[in-house]
């Protein structure tokens, strides 16, 4: 890492702190409205935590499984080029290859209008493993914008091979919630999804998701807009993408939240995934020198009763 980077990095405010998860560092930004934090490890958006207020993402005291490819359940994992299970190797990690690698600090400043920017590269070139993985030559950024009204996650894959890439992917977000049991989902009614938890069958989701609780549901051809509202801690989260298709809900429930070493028993109760995605029939292929992008804008409001 570079000097001029490190001193752009201060210049904000931010800092880079050592972690002695998989050895690789943290991007931790502070500001009046604000905190942050960026793990290069898995290019992990970690944490934004708003003044005054609760996490937007969940934290658990569990770092993710050991091993090569453990995996994380908090914050913001990347699931990127393939969701869920790898169709050909089943011995291959779920959720594809970038969240288990080390990503490039790049730029640190800031947008016109003063929001913190912080972005982030992974390339296929500089990973042997990744390589023998997935035979596509890629360039993956991630563009963090932060400020008082939330956060933007801006993902670019770039093809850089001579044949089409096939692609699933999410932003696989951990958002943090007072209870499972009374949070609700807003924004998918009358939206078609595949429950996984049901063998794959297909359902129109009538009104809002409530409770949270032991669901694996990929909403297809979703809108881009959806909320969760929770009541306990008095705040509404909106939820924006662009170039995803697919909207998954994910909780584990009690069960098999208690057959996971990589998560705390009653971790399930303060979370909720709601992951911005391309998933089962909204996979696409990016063309040779084509760029995908998927973007995440979060933003935190009070709850009123409406
Ligand atoms: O444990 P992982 O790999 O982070 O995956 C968690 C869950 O992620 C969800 O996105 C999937 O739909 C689930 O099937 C999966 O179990």
Known sequence: MNGRLIQELEELGGEIRPSSFRKCDQIII???GFSASIALWGGHLESFIPAGQEDLLFQSVNQGGEGRFGRRHFGVPVCWPWFG???VHDDYPAHGVAR???WEFIEAGRFKNGDVKIVIRLASENHPLVEEMWPYAFELRQVFRFSNKGFRINFSAANLSDKAMPVSEALHTYFNISDNQTAEVHGLEQVTYVDKFDNGSRHLQQGAVTPCDHMDRVY???PDVCEIHDPGLQRKLVISTEGSNSTVLWNPGAELARQRVDMEDE???RFVCVEAANALTDEYDIPPGG?????LKVRHKPLVNE
């Open 220 to 222: 297809v051809s979703a």
């Open 85 to 87: 299970a790898n169709y």
């Open 100 to 102: 288990y690698f080390r």
């Open 291 to 295: 760029i995908h992008q998927l973007k």
């Open 267 to 269: 971790d399930y109760r």
């Open 30 to 32: 502070e500001q009046p």
